[in-house]
Nanobody, 124 residues
Framework: QVQLVESGGGLVQAGDSLRLSCATS????????MGWFRQAPGKEREFVAA????????YYADSVQGRFTISRDNAKNTVYLEMNILKPEDTAVYYC?????????????????WGQGTQVTISS
């Protein structure tokens, strides 16, 4: 049974940091690219960051470039999203997802497995 479980969300103030984790099981994690997406109330789900199967390549949305860092630990089957200098507009439910193609993608349609999401709320 495939599982992706996000954790680390919460309520923080603008300028603070959070680290999200996504623990996975039930598939060959080391062969999959991993991505983070987010969805704010009333908005469509949007790409945040992605990392290739090896961790050698990573990609970011322009809105988070320089503030967020995606990483992975293939020994722990876990992907992380370090979020710094958080802004109120970062408020959203954050989802991790797994992409069998392995290289990382900005397109949600290419992701096979999804977590349930974790809420991140940034107060001004």
């Amino acid at each position: 049974q495939v599982q992706l479980v996000e954790s680390g969300g919460g309520l923080v103030q603008a300028g603070d940091s959070l680290r999200l984790s996504c623990a996975t099981s039930g598939f060959t994690f080391a062969s999959y690219a991993m991505g983070w997406f987010r969805q704010a109330p009333g908005k469509e789900r949007e790409f945040v960051a992605a990392i290739s199967w090896s961790g050698g390549s990573s990609y970011y949305a322009d809105s988070v470039q320089g503030r967020f860092t995606i990483s992975r630990d293939n020994a722990k089957n876990t992907v992380y999203l370090e979020m710094n200098i958080l802004k109120p507009e970062d408020t959203a439910v954050y989802y991790c997802a797994a992409d069998a193609l392995g290289y990382g993608s900005r397109w949600s349609s290419e992701y096979e497995y999804w977590g349930q999401g974790t809420q991140v709320t940034i107060s001004s």
